[in-house]
Nanobody, 125 residues
Framework: QVQLVESGGGLVQAGGSLRLSCAAS????????MGWFRQAPGKDREFVAS????????YYADSMKGRFTISRDNAKATVNLQMNSLKPEDTAVYYC??????????????????WGQGTQVTVSS
């Protein structure tokens, strides 16, 4: 059973930065792409960023490009999301997720089968 545990959320002022981390259990972490998604109050969950199994390829939602950076450390089984220049509209619960298939790379939410419990990010204006 795969478990994903996010950390690093909190309250930050607009223009500030936060670094989210997701620790994964299991021995096959390096075979799966990972993604970050977020859900703001009253809104649908949306894609933020994804990274392939080796870390050689990344993909971002348009509104995050240039501000957010996804990375992974396969030796530590962690995936990170560095968020800079945060805006109030970035306020949401952020979730990490693992792709359902090994060696598949996607930003589609239904391609991800394991999810963390989420971590709250609040950006004040």
């Amino acid at each position: 059973q795969v478990q994903l545990v996010e950390s690093g959320g909190g309250l930050v002022q607009a223009g500030g930065s936060l670094r989210l981390s997701c620790a994964a259990s299991g021995r096959t972490f390096s075979s799966y792409s990972m993604g970050w998604f977020r859900q703001a109050p009253g809104k649908d969950r949306e894609f933020v960023a994804s990274i392939n199994w080796s870390g050689s390829s990344t993909y971002y939602a348009d509104s995050m490009k240039g501000r957010f950076t996804i990375s992974r450390d396969n030796a530590k089984a962690t995936v990170n999301l560095q968020m800079n220049s945060l805006k109030p509209e970035d306020t949401a619960v952020y979730y990490c997720a693992r792709n359902r298939r090994p060696y598949a790379f996607s930003y589609a939410m239904d391609e991800y089968s394991y999810w963390g419990q989420g971590t709250q990010v609040t950006v004040s204006s």
